[in-house]
């Protein structure tokens, strides 16, 4: 952690913000459309990628999963939906979600569909940068968030190491940590934690193979390790893991993901086209903080800023409290997407892209609604959400 010196910020140029946003994967997008719209007046969004997305994107893993309950009823709404729907407007590939998107769509082939789509990511990352210049939020590519300086509860600010030899230093009001790994947080002190389970491999890439450019999705998810023992199954394979955090880690399994794809694509035909830009780790690091008990669907969240879907079967989804988006000890700090707090086994739900799209959206909106995550109005924020479109209850007939 660096201690908040004039000496140092007076070495730099500096810049004051309401809402910093540090990430700019689909958590990271949402958050900086959400605080814009709902009124902050300076929003910075930093990636150090030269690409909106991240995993979504610059990772191929381009399947944005379903907002509903696999039974014919949406569950999530809000930016959640927005962004499935700009990508499926002229991003789509395949898993064309009709008879959702259709508003004559046929109810009974919305509870055979499930509403989600598999989308073009370069022609997403693209449509991604659109929208969020065209709210407003100011992005700062090939900017990466190197330390952060902390007075007493509060960040004060942040250091950006820019691609060039430039930096930056930025001074905010608020944070939302959209870095997938919880950087920021790691950086400020908040408590984390890491992924016990530890990540098999993945090798998601795309080829042509002399008709179309299709996906090649190399590396299943593995069930949580408690559910498999519900199941009755055998424990997880004991097969190379990952956690993910640390540089070495990252790069030997980036280096692990390229043997994989050189032997499956050796052979094949056709010719390559995409390795994933992004080292393909599902869960690596999140913040401590309150979470939706394990597969509790029943839960009910005076504080939920959202409902999300079972992305693995259907059933009634699961409200998403604002008490998962920040930590007990940093008091302008929030987290969304992957990193935002979930018990082991919940976080293979809220990790996946539509609940990164909903928690990124509340967070924005909350680190625009305040600068105290202990005192932030939790009502209004609900009420801020609502009329941006999100619904934070599940349907009645679902309970
Ligand atoms: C193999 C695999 C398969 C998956 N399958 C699916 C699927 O089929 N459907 C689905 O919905 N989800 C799937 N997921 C999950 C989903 O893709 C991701 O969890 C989700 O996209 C994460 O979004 P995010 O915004 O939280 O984080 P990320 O996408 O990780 O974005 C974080 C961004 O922050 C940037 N960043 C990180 N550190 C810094 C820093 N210090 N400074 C500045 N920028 C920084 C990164 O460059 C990145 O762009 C899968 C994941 C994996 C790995």
């Known amino acids: 952690m660096m201690t908040d010196t004039g000496s140092t910020a007076a070495a730099l140029p500096v810049r004051e913000v309401e809402v910093l946003v540090v990430g700019g994967g689909i958590a990271g997008v949402a958050a ?110 090939g900017a990466t968030v190197a330390e952060v300086g902390c007075r007493g509860d509060r960040i004060r600010s942040v250091l950006v190491q820019f691609a060039t030899t430039e930096r930056l230093l930025v001074r905010p009001r608020m944070v939302v940590d959209a870095s997938g790994d919880a950087i920021v947080a790691l950086l400020a002190g908040e408590e984390t934690a890491v992924y016990e389970q530890q990540n098999i491999l993945a090798a998601w890439y795309r080829y042509y193979d002399g008709t179309t450019d299709l996906l090649q999705p190399l590396g299943a998810a593995e069930l949580p390790e408690e559910e498999r023992r519900e199941r009755g199954l055998p424990p997880v394979a004991p097969a190379a893991r990952w956690t993910g955090v640390g540089a070495v880690e990252q790069s030997d399994f980036a280096s692990a993901m390229h043997r994989w794809i050189l032997e499956d694509f050796r052979g094949k035909g056709g010719s390559l086209t995409s390795v ?27 504080d939920s800023i959202g409902v999300i879907a079972n992305w693995r079967r259907p059933g009634p989804g699961y409200e998403i409290p604002f008490g998962s988006l920040h930590g007990p000890r940093v008091r302008n700090l929030l987290a969304a997407g992957r990193c935002s707090a979930a018990t082991e086994r919940f976080w293979d739900q809220t990790r996946v892209i539509p609940a990164c799209a909903l928690t990124g959206e509340a967070a924005g909106t909350a680190a625009a609604l305040g600068d105290d995550v202990s005192e932030l109005p939790v009502r209004r924020l609900q009420e801020q959400l609502q009329r941006a479109g999100v619904r934070l209850r599940r349907p009645q007939t679902l309970r």
């Open 32 to 141: 900086a459309i959400a605080a814009r719209r709902t009124g902050a007046r300076s929003v910075l969004l930093l990636e150090r990628q030269f690409l909106l997305g991240g995993l979504a994107t610059s990772g191929l893993i381009s399947i944005y999963l379903p907002l509903c309950d696999g039974r014919g009823k949406q569950l999530t709404y809000g930016l959640a939906e927005e962004l499935l729907r700009l990508g499926a407007a002229e991003a789509a590939e395949a898993l064309y979600p009709d008879a959702w998107l259709n508003p004559e769509g046929d109810p009974a082939e919305r509870s055979r569909q499930r509403f989600q789509v598999q989308l073009n990511p370069w022609f997403y990352a693209l449509q991604l940068e659109e929208l969020c210049l065209a709210s407003g939020a100011e992005l700062l590519y």
């Open 276 to 302: 994933p830009q992004l080292p393909q780790l599902r869960m690596t690091r999140r913040i401590v903080g309150v979470s939706v008990p394990d597969d509790d669907p029943g839960a009910v969240w005076p």
